[in-house]
């Protein structure tokens, strides 16, 4: 693990694994030389699922990064566990968006996150006809339950990431404190989310 230490012995920073992304081989990656000649620095650009150097010989790097997904140590609440952890299997930081769509679905329902009393699957996934069914209120709007239930999709590759969600609330919540109708884009997101975009 990494520490950052003060000069008086006391961590600061802590890392043990967590925010490390591992890259594949160099075999896999992609050169390819720019066209505009040969660039006096380096560059980076993040995208979704590669990462691209621009070195400074001018030469375009591509880069696929490992998935991200490890074994880690199983901690928290089986109720908002995610069904990947409660299986054994490899996860990501994707877990902590079930759990917040769990905790959405608590307050959609005003229920308990108990599979006693909040619908779940056999898989661990939540039973999305049985919620609508028994919780979900015609004065809840219909975007607010299909964030939530997109946040608890049983493929966290389906899950929207907090930087695609957090939006969609602030409209909503807005909506709400105004009294004005969300407008037609807004209203398109439980299109968006069933639809699968």
Request: hydrophobic share 35%; proline share 5%; aromatic share 8%.
């Amino acid at each position: 693990s990494n520490c950052l230490v003060k000069s008086d012995g006391h961590v600061v920073v802590a890392d043990f694994g967590l925010s490390r992304i591992n890259l594949e081989d160099d075999d896999d990656n992609v050169n390819t030389q720019i066209s505009d000649g040969p660039s006096s620095s380096s560059f980076r650009r993040e995208q979704r699922s590669t990462s691209t150097t621009i070195t400074s010989n001018g030469n375009i790097v591509v880069v696929r990064p490992k998935t991200r997904r490890q074994l880690y140590t199983v901690v928290g609440s089986p109720y908002w566990m995610a069904p990947e952890m409660l299986k054994g299997q490899c996860y990501d930081e994707r877990v902590d968006i079930f759990s917040f769509g769990i905790m959405l679905c608590e307050i959609i329902g005003r229920v308990q996150a108990d599979p006693d009393y909040l619908p779940r699957t056999q898989d661990f996934g939540l039973n999305v006809h049985l919620f609508n069914q028994k919780y979900c209120s015609k004065d809840c709007p219909k975007q607010f339950i299909a964030i939530a239930i997109a946040c608890c999709d049983i493929n966290p590759d389906s899950r929207p990431a907090f930087c695609v969600s957090h939006p969609w609330l602030e409209a909503l919540a807005l909506s709400v404190e105004t009294g004005v109708c969300l407008s037609s884009t807004s209203n398109t997101i439980a299109d968006r989310i069933s639809n699968g975009n």
